[in-house]
């Protein structure tokens, strides 16, 4: 029987290609649309805001994409990730499943984000370009981006969510320290941040909202300044893919297959790039192996929003994506897993949901952060709050599995440490945490809060 419990790769078994999923998904992606005009974007309206190496990503149906090796050459700091196999954890639910888990937190900034941030800081330097402007919700892509932009000598300005902004100063002194700019959203500093503020001066802020402070200065820069977007679009989730390739192979290594992946959602990153190489193997090789995102139910995008055409933003200035949907004008309560508060889901990750080919399921907070402390204590190891929901739904599939006395192979991302996110640690401890949901009247009313789009117009 095989008894290791660490998977570890060499510098050499870094993947030197990402993998793109749209090379073998049967769902043709949808038209991405123009805010006001609503109908499909041309490439020059996107690269008022990202790089044309990155826009190539974007529509690129070519299932291998070549890394650059500027780009390796710093993933080597941090990658190969560990997998581990969760001995303890498993011996803690007495479960005959085997946990494995892919950790990156392992990355210097404490999450996966960095596998894009490092791309996307790249392909805009040597596209000439001197200057970002992000946001950030809990402040783990800021942290990456920050880091990033650190590393290839670029400026990097970062519109923080307000309520994290509060909840956890220590990452904006990270940010700093690397060397950005740190807003509290809304801000004075942008038309949409000053119209919020005058609606409602105590606005706790959203990551749709943030969205449009950044895109609004990257599009008013008269091209100086891009904008970078840390989860949701498609080349993101290509970058992330390095993840589920190095699990393949480390999964060989320990002579087992998963019969579950689990990913947190937010907006869909960190489970695509665990999952969506899994999924190939599914559609090309016959694999069966079951794909499951998870949501916060404060945010059920997947589970209880619209598969519908919507915008990226609340202020209504990001592309218009056919997504799952609450609406861009969700205000998400202030749960401490800020990364899962997003509206919206990325839309590879919508429709290949939509067709089947994934799972999904909502889970409350305090189960979630129980059974992130059972991890940390069996394994040793602070999960990061949204890590949680994919710990807890692990757990799940390991009681379900002693229940009907089954050894299943289970495989989920620790997509980040939460060694900045004591403060909703204590908050959990003096069970300060409370659950929410979305009310049944505001899921009903998520189609009026829509945008009107002509279907003909967009088919021709
Ligand atoms: C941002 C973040 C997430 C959620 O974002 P995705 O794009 O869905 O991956 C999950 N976990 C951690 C640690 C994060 O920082």
Redesign the pocket.
């Known amino acids: 029987m095989n008894q290791k419990t660490r998977f570890t790769l060499t510098e050499n078994d870094i993947p030197k290609q990402w993998y793109n999923i749209n090379g073998d998904s049967p769902i043709p992606p949808a038209p991405v649309l123009h805010p006001v005009t609503k109908e499909p974007v041309t490439p020059e309206f996107l690269s008022v805001l990202f790089p044309m190496a990155l826009i190539e990503q974007e529509i690129s149906s070519d299932r291998f994409i070549d890394i650059p090796e500027e780009v390796q050459d710093v993933y080597k700091l941090y990658r190969p990730t560990p997998l581990i196999r969760a001995y303890r954890l498993e011996k803690a639910l007495g479960t005959p499943a085997h946990i494995y888990y892919k950790y ?2 392992t990355s210097p900034s ?4 960095i596998n894009t941030a490092i791309a996307q800081a790249y392909y805009n330097k040597i596209s000439g370009i001197e200057s970002l402007t992000t946001e950030t ?2 402040g ?2 800021g942290s990456a981006l920050s880091i990033a932009c650190s590393f290839y000598d670029m400026a990097l300005d970062v519109y923080m969510v307000k309520c994290s902004y509060q909840q956890k100063p220590y990452r904006r002194i990270l940010m700093e320290t690397f060397g950005a700019n740190c807003f509290a959203s809304p801000t004075d500093r942008t038309d949409t941040g000053r119209a919020m503020l005058a609606e409602d001066p105590d606005c706790p802020g959203s990551l749709g909202l943030a969205i449009s402070e950044a895109v609004e200065v990257a599009a008013k820069s008269n091209g100086k300044i891009k904008y970078s977007l ?3 679009l498609h080349h ?1 989730l290509i970058h ?1 893919s390095v993840i589920g390739e190095e699990c393949l192979k480390q999964m060989d290594m320990a002579d087992e297959y998963p019969d579950v992946v689990i ?11 665990i999952a969506f190489p899994f999924l190939r193997e599914n559609l090309r090789n016959g694999m069966k192996t079951r794909l499951v995102a998870v949501e916060p139910t404060a945010a059920p995008t997947l589970t209880r929003g619209l598969y519908s055409f919507d915008y990226g933003d609340t202020g209504k200035m990001a592309p218009i994506v056919k997504m799952h949907t609450l609406g861009h004008s969700f205000i998400p309560a202030p749960i401490h ?4 508060r ?1 509206h919206g889901m ?1 839309p590879t990750v919508s429709s290949l949901y939509d067709a089947g080919y994934i799972d999904a399921v909502a889970l409350p907070q305090i189960r979630a952060f129980q059974a992130g402390q059972l991890f940390a204590k069996s394994e040793g190891i602070l999960p ?1 709050p ?2 949680n929901h994919a710990i807890c739904a692990a757990v799940d599939e390991a009681l379900d599995a002693k229940e009907k006395g089954e050894k299943r192979v289970i495989l989920f991302n620790l ?3 939460g060694h900045f996110d004591l403060a909703a640690y204590q908050a959990y401890m003096q069970e300060d945490l409370e659950d929410f949901a979305c009310t049944d009247e505001y899921i009903q009313s998520i189609p009026d809060r829509l945008p009107q789009i002509d279907l003909d117009k967009i088919a021709a």
């Open positions: 990156e937190g404490g999450s996966h984000k919700g809990a783990q892509w840390g989860s949701v993101v992330q990913g947190c959602v937010g907006g869909g990153s960190n489970f695509s790039g897993a800020g990364g899962l997003y990325a990061a949204e890590s997509s980040g440490h």
